[in-house]
């Protein structure tokens, strides 16, 4: 199981850690910092023993990153983690802007349901399904229609 301290500690941005197996391009480690793709959130992006990693993958209770093509990495070796912060706090803070909006339409709309969610660095998406439009809805605790959010 790789060890995720950024559910612990969602700040940190560097982390030194030890390699727990490679496989071809595809590595894992004992601890991260690093989120891959999950619950519509997108992964995060940064380097992996100064490798960029291209794709962080969720597999059991572990994460796979996958580098480039001819890394010298080895199981037990030691390196560092960098993560693109910019990025990763663009994620946080739409993420809880995302959730925020998924309690306001849970608490006015009757038998509404999520079926699905993208978070990128630039927008978050959420869709609903409901028995009317929700962007023409107006909501109590709202000024404006959904249609006129921007965030
Ligand atoms: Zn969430």
Redesign the pocket.
């Known amino acids: 199981m790789t060890k995720k301290l950024f559910w612990e500690n969602p700040y940190l941005t560097t982390l030194e850690t030890v390699i727990k197996s490679v496989v071809g391009n595809s590595i894992t480690l004992l601890e991260t910092i690093f989120y891959a793709f999950s ?3 997108e992964s995060d992006a940064g380097t992996i023993g100064g490798y960029p990693v291209l794709e962080a993958i969720n597999s059991g209770l572990d994460i796979q990153y996958l580098l480039p093509e001819g890394h010298e990495l080895k199981s037990g070796d030691r390196l560092r983690i960098d993560i693109d912060w910019n990025r990763r706090y663009r994620l946080m803070r739409l ?1 809880f802007a ?2 925020l909006i ?1 309690e306001l339409v849970y608490s006015e709309l009757d038998k509404v349901k999520k079926i699905g ?1 993208h ?1 990128s660095p630039d927008k978050a998406r959420i869709d609903f399904i409901w028995r009317e439009n929700i962007s023409q809805h107006s909501f109590r605790s709202l000024p404006l229609r959904p249609s006129t959010w921007l965030i």
């Open positions: 619950g519509g959130q993420h995302a959730e998924i969610a978070i």
